[in-house]
């Protein structure tokens, strides 16, 4: 069955930087599109990034220029490098797989930004 397993996540300080990690397993990931979302208290999830299976990338207006999402088909991960993180960052970060026809979540990491 299909698995995203994300880890990377934890406490930082603002300015600083995270990486998160997301191995799936159990459909064929070189072909599949693939993102990181996020949830904060009280608020939506919303896309954060996404990639293509040939590598386009998509992020959105708050993370420009300082989240960079990136993939290694051969490791079927899915990475998501934060630099510059600031407060509002914080949440939980959900991966997410498009196997057509469905989609998959991950069990989500919490991020947690202090000032």
């Known amino acids: 069955q299909v698995q995203l397993v994300e880890s990377g996540g934890g406490l930082v300080q603002a300015g600083e930087s995270l990486r998160l990690s997301c191995a799936a397993s159990?459909?064929?990931?070189?072909?599949?599109?693939m993102g990181w979302y996020r949830q904060a208290p009280g608020k939506q999830r919303e896309l954060v990034a996404a990639i293509t299976s040939v590598g386009r990338t998509t992020y959105a207006d708050s993370v420009k220029g300082r989240f960079t999402i990136s993939r290694d088909n051969a490791k079927s991960t899915v990475y998501l490098q934060m630099d510059s993180l600031k407060p509002e960052d914080t949440a939980v970060y959900y991966c997410?797989?498009?196997?057509?026809?469905?989609?998959?979540w991950g069990q989500g990491t919490q991020v947690t930004v202090s000032s």
């Open positions: 997410r797989a498009w196997v057509m026809p469905s989609n998959y």
């Open positions: 159990g459909f064929r990931f070189s072909i599949s599109d």
